[in-house]
């Protein structure tokens, strides 16, 4: 599937839900990339609230499961989502840092039936993406050297 080929309504989306839908930070690749990296005194603020009703059946239900991800996301510097968002959605996520703060995630979202496992080279993209943002948080120019500042 091409950028722009796929009628989102075939896919179970609306146009209108892409643009406002909004999970809490412990749903979702792009908001576990987040939370992974700040304090854990907002992670348990986050972890305090429930699981957003309408949140996929992916998404974590169990906080210690939810918590083992964020180590994995911290030790490998990306987030993988299947389904978290949203039924038939999988995920992958980097997050975003400058001056060794968490500003973001860069996400790729595609349905599970183009992208049942997310392939080394979208999670590559992602990251170089990720870097490139916090390149330019730094003020310099994406790609400017070979240190990014994302923490892994």
């Known amino acids: 599937m091409a950028v722009g080929d796929s009628d989102l309504t075939e896919l179970g989306m609306t146009p209108r839900a892409v643009q ?23 992670q348990s603020e986050v972890l305090d609230r429930p699981v957003p009703a309408e949140a996929g059946p992916g998404a974590y239900q169990d906080d210690v499961r939810l918590l083992a991800s964020l180590e994995r996301i911290r030790a490998r510097g990306y987030a993988l989502g299947h389904e978290e968002c949203a039924a038939g ?7 975003v840092t400058w001056d060794g703060l968490v500003m973001g995630s860069v996400l790729v979202m595609k349905p599970k039936q183009v992208m049942t496992r997310c392939p080394v080279t979208v999670i590559e993209a992602v990251e170089r993406t990720a870097a490139a943002l916090a390149d330019l948080g730094r003020g310099g120019p994406a790609g400017s050297d070979g240190d990014d500042s994302r923490m892994k």
């Open 20 to 42: 406002t839908v909004e999970h809490s930070l412990r749903v979702g690749a792009a908001g576990r990339a987040i939370l992974a990296y700040l304090p854990e005194t907002i």
């Open 89 to 95: 959605w999988n995920e992958c996520a980097a997050p």
